[in-house]
């Protein structure tokens, strides 16, 4: 069993801000975790707090329900890989993998036999006798996984591993961890700031801003049911389209009004009816993703909007499976996601239909979605 709780985790340097405010999280045995967040929220510094490499100011940090706050880093049977892989330069491969092994007198026999299952798993025998400096980024990457795979951890952690490498190397070792979690069947907390690494990983995701828990929920219940407006502009590629707006009414149907005046949509067809009622004559924020904005027609009967004027757009990224149209309303930009084979004419524009019942909706003051 591997499972760690924080509660009431906080961390504050001193004569500094709260890096970390007040963090309760769960993490159950064999759970694949990612904290994700912007530049800054405190993700890597949660993480290392797990690891013993920074106090804990304030809270309580268990492992298999043993509180370990002043457990030695050495002593927490947890294998940390970094960013920027900490190899040992003038060792080979199989001796940085070894190289915690033998620090604790392991018998030779079991060090081989463990360095080489960790090999094998990962791909990388034909490495065991080459330095670190003649193998590639993400060579590198596989051998500090390795590193820690030897030890037989109850916990990995992993500081933004794949931050280093190009793009399709990512894709590629995305892969190779999710293929590694389940042959290992081990706890793993993840760090990233990257939210489609975070969404192809985890399975939970904490999203972090400023020290502070926003939501902690799997990858489709923060896209499809967003706790607050940070979430639901952050999660998701290519983000949501935000257009603020006055909830009215008029011969008791009800409105969105866009601030600008571009957009009036009526909603008394609409699932968010009753929810949005209560906001007459107060200011909202409408989210809705690039893919509900399209320029099929949909079936539904209600929740449907489209604009009267056949919709202008900027610019067109064609992807190949799929095309982004950007255009503007009342001064926002905003993305359509169409077919890679969408007829898309950017001097008469098209019609768009908007999927109203699969949109958001935010208090303006508090940034909570209105539900």
């Known amino acids: 069993m591997a499972e760690v709780r924080l509660n009431h985790i906080a961390k504050a340097y001193a004569g500094g801000p709260s890096v970390i405010r007040d963090i309760s999280i769960d993490i159950q045995d064999r759970e694949f975790v990612v904290l994700v967040g912007p530049s800054g929220c405190g993700k890597s510094t949660l993480l290392r707090m797990i690891a013993g490499l920074e106090e804990i100011t304030r809270g309580d940090l268990f492992l298999d329900g043993q509180r370990i706050n002043e457990l030695a880093p050495k002593d927490r049977d947890i294998a940390m890989v970094f960013q920027n892989y900490a190899l040992y330069p003038h060792m080979t491969v199989f001796d940085n993998m070894a190289f915690g092994l033998k620090l604790r007198n392991m018998p030779k026999a079991e060090i081989r036999q463990r360095v080489t299952r960790a090999a094998q798993i990962l791909e990388i025998e034909p490495l065991l006798d080459r330095k670190p400096k003649d193998m590639s980024g993400g060579q ?32 590629q070792t995305r892969i190779e961890l999710q293929k590694l979690h389940r042959d290992l069947q081990a706890t793993m907390i993840y760090v990233t700031h990257d939210q489609v690494e975070a969404m192809t990983l985890g399975d939970r995701i904490v999203v972090l801003r400023n020290g502070d828990v926003m939501q902690h929920d799997t990858p489709l ?14 999660i998701g590629s290519p983000p949501m389209n935000f257009l603020p707006g006055r909830i009215t009414t ?18 008394d067809q609409s699932v968010h009816r009753s929810a949005l009622l209560p906001y007459a004559g107060r200011t909202v924020e409408l989210g809705i993703r690039a893919e509900h904005i399209t320029d099929q027609p949909t079936t539904a009967e209600g929740g449907r909007f489209s604009p009267d004027t056949p919709t202008l757009f900027d610019a067109v ?21 169409l077919s890679g084979d969408a007829v898309v004419d950017t001097q008469s524009g098209i019609r768009m239909f908007w999927a109203i019942d699969k949109a958001h909706f935010f208090d303006i003051d508090t940034e909570q979605a209105i539900r």
């Open 140 to 171: 590198r990457q596989r051998v500090a996984i390795g590193r820690a795979i030897v030890r037989n951890p109850k916990v990995f952690l992993f500081d933004e591993p794949l931050s280093n490498l190009d793009a399709k190397l990512r894709g």
């Open 221 to 234: 219940a923060l896209y499809n049911q967003p706790a607050n407006r940070f979430v639901a502009g952050f």
């Open 250 to 267: 008029d011969t008791d149907q009800v409105y969105f009004q866009s601030t600008g005046g571009t957009v009036r949509i009526n909603l």
């Open 317 to 337: 990224e064609r992807m190949g499976s799929e095309t982004l149209a950007y255009f503007s309303l009342d001064g926002h930009r905003f993305i359509a996601r």
